[in-house]
């Protein structure tokens, strides 16, 4: 489904990712690790489109298609969700709204028909019962002064109406309370489908245990220095990063 | 025709005007428009070199030839024991109460455009709040401004006595395509005890036309007066908004929101005394400018010596869709109590690239998501108007005026 390739990136002349291998095949689960400033969140912008990176290497193909061609609002129209390590406030902009706009923008695309004001509100409130998401956030301004914990349900639940089929969840998992973590891997995990991906970037096996992942691959300085299956996590938690760094010297190998 | 100037040959146009025109009406008006006049006369029209008009260039309106024209206000709504009407259809009573009040908030002294407005004075829209009286809707006044060429002088006086309770909508637009033409618009507002006012001001004149704007306003004791300023016309649009807090608990909102496209340019003025302890101000004005337009935000508050416990907000946030506008934008405190919280705050800046990346990586087309976030800027203002009616008109006249954005580049 998705396939990165030797993928180098730069902002502002100081390269990021040094050279990312990663393939995801549908109906898996990735899980991606690494230190702080490691570049998983670069990955996953990157992934998603935003153009403040420089792709200088490699290339990353989705479903066959060229993604670095992709504007990032295609990329999404055609199955991409990234949920965003810090979403963003946007004052003035009602989240229903801007969510029905969401979802009828890649309806349109993939030749189906807009849902009416109707059935949206039909569809929201049943992916509302799913995340928990209270119904008070629906009609505030997207993000705009929503707890940390709110945004992050926010995005799981824009996630659960755009119905992905690669979804990239960055850091979804930080800051949330014991609850919400379950029901958002409850979210994630009603979305796990035999056609589709998830990458799932966090620091904790907590989550994993919830969202089991098929692969989990350490990020550090900017490659991918480690792959292994679940039980990496695991270890990974019990020895630390520092661990896989004095492992690893050179170009590291993947699988996915 | 005349030229507005204040030199000698034009005074001799004025007197001419004023024969021909406004050479009608009581004893008291025509003295009040006499005295104008000389103000006019006396205060010359302002230059760039004066601090109040340093960023505004009157040289279109000074070059300009002009044929006064009649004020024909249309007034509508305000339910019962509302009095609405024109000077020229007033009772005796009402008649009073314009002559102990018309003037004497919008001083002319220091403002040769309200001294114009005087000088010229014909029509004037009233509209009366009694005492403890609920307006039980809005009341609306539409200005619509003369020919091209035209020189325009509404006048409006609104009185709202101990406790009473009303909106007012006031509207300028002119139907002359091209513009051209000048208006130069005074309201005063009264309000008393525990009153609760709402006025709302929307200027949509003609593109090639100019608008000079005053707003005077005094709030007594535990009154409450909001204003909201939308200009969305006119090549060249200056507001001048004062507020008098004149007795203890009495509060002021200010809403602004100016949209500037081409090479217009809009010059805002607020001028908030707080006289005495205990008074609340806040302002927001805000502006969204393309292409070559220009603003202007000077947000005055002055403290009287003794107004301890004094509250006032004035924030002015501006965003620029292109990198050719220009912003003037400053706060000028004067305080003589020490016992006080004034904050005041400007930003000037570009659409959000986070914002728009995010809208975007959810499919939201990039025009879009530009439309959206000017929109949401501009809805913060827009949101606090209560007549859901004029609302939903300004959302789509804000939104029809808003320049394609392109955010491909966030
Ligand atoms: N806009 C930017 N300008 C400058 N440096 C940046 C920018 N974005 C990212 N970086 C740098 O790139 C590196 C990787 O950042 P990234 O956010 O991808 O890390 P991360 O692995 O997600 O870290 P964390 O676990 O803290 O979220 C960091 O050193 C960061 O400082
Ligand atoms: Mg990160």
Redesign the interface.
């Known amino acids: 489904m998705l396939s990165v390739k030797n993928l180098k990136a730069s902002i502002d002349g100081t390269e990021i990712l040094k050279g990312i291998n990663l393939d995801v095949k549908a109906g898996e689960v990735h899980a991606i690790m690494g230190p702080n400033g490691s570049g998983k969140s670069t990955l996953a912008q990157v992934i998603a489109g935003r153009d403040t990176y420089e792709v200088t290497e490699g290339s990353v193909t989705y479903m066959g298609k060229d993604l670095l061609e992709l504007p990032p609002e295609e990329r999404a129209r055609e199955g991409i969700f990234l949920a965003f390590q810090y979403p963003v406030e946007i004052p003035g902009v009602n989240n229903t709204y801007f969510l029905k706009a969401a979802l009828n923008a890649a309806r349109k695309h993939q030749g189906l028909e807009e849902l009416d004001a109707m059935d949206f509100l039909m569809l929201v409130r049943e992916k509302m019962k799913i995340i928990q998401l209270d119904e008070e956030l629906l009609h505030r301004p997207v993000n705009a002064g929503f707890s940390g914990g709110e945004k992050k349900r926010n995005e799981i639940f824009q996630m659960a109406v755009l119905d992905p089929k690669l979804a990239v969840l960055d850091e979804t998992d930080s800051g949330l309370d014991i609850d919400a973590l379950r029901t958002v891997a409850e979210g994630v995990n009603s979305l796990r489908g035999k056609d589709k991906a998830i990458v799932v970037v966090t620091h904790y096996q907590r989550l994993l245990e919830h969202i089991v992942p098929d692969y989990v691959h350490v990020l550090a300085d900017g490659r991918v220095v480690r792959s292994g299956g679940r039980e990496l996590a695991l270890e990974l938690e019990k020895e630390g990063y520092s661990w896989v760094e004095q492992q690893t010297a050179g170009p590291a190998e993947t699988r996915g | 025709m005349s030229r507005i100037t204040a030199a000698p040959p034009a005074a001799t146009d004025f007197e001419a005007l004023h024969l021909r025109i406004v050479g009608e009406g009581p004893d008291w008006i025509r003295e009040f428009r006499t005295n104008a006049r000389s103000r006019f006369v006396l205060e010359g029209l302002p230059h760039h070199r004066m601090e109040a008009w340093r960023n505004t260039n009157i040289a279109p309106i000074v070059a300009g030839l002009f044929e006064p024209a009649c004020s024909t206000p249309e007034i509508s709504g305000g339910g019962e024991g509302v009095w609405t009407g024109r000077l020229s259809q007033a009772p005796e009573k009402i008649l009073a109460l314009v002559r102990n009040n018309l003037g004497s908030l919008a001083d002319a002294e220091g403002h040769p455009f309200t001294a114009l407005n005087g000088s010229l004075l014909n029509e004037i829209t009233l509209v009366v709040l009694p005492e403890g009286c609920a307006a039980g809707e809005p009341v609306t006044i539409g200005h619509t401004a003369g020919p091209g060429n035209s020189l325009n002088v509404p006048r409006t006086l609104i009185l709202a006595g101990e406790r009473a309770i009303g909106t007012i909508i006031e509207t300028f637009e002119g139907t002359e395509t091209e513009g051209g033409y000048f208006t130069s618009a005074v309201t005063e507002i009264f309000c008393g005890k525990d009153t609760d006012v709402k006025y709302c001001r929307v200027q949509r004149e003609a593109p090639g036309s100019f608008h000079i704007g005053r707003v005077q306003a005094r709030v007594e004791q535990g009154g409450r007066l909001h204003t909201a300023g939308i200009a969305l016309g006119a090549a060249l649009d200056r507001e001048d908004a004062g507020v008098i807090l004149a007795g203890e608990g009495a509060s002021c909102e200010m809403d602004g929101l100016f949209l500037t496209d081409e090479s217009r340019h809009v010059d805002n003025r607020t001028r908030i005394v707080h006289a005495v302890p205990n008074c609340r101000s806040r302002q927001v004005y805000k502006g969204i400018l393309s292409d070559r337009s220009t603003a202007v935000f000077v947000g005055r508050v002055i403290v009287r010596p003794g107004a301890q416990h004094t509250d006032a907000d004035q924030s002015n946030p501006n965003l620029l869709l292109s990198d050719d506008t220009t912003v003037y934008t400053r706060p000028q405190l004067e305080i003589y109590a020490d016992d006080v919280r004034c904050t005041h705050g400007a930003t000037v800046g570009q659409l959000?690239?986070?914002?728009l990346?995010?809208?975007?990586?959810?499919?939201?087309?990039?025009d879009?998501a530009g439309r959206?976030?000017v929109?949401?800027?501009?809805?913060?203002i827009l949101?606090r108007i209560e007549v859901p009616s004029l609302r939903t008109q300004l959302e789509s006249e804000v939104a029809g005026k808003l320049p394609v954005t392109s955010g491909?580049e966030g």
């Open positions: 959000d690239a986070d914002a990346f995010y809208l975007r990586s959810r499919g939201i087309d990039p879009e959206l976030l929109k949401g800027f501009a809805g913060e949101d491909s």
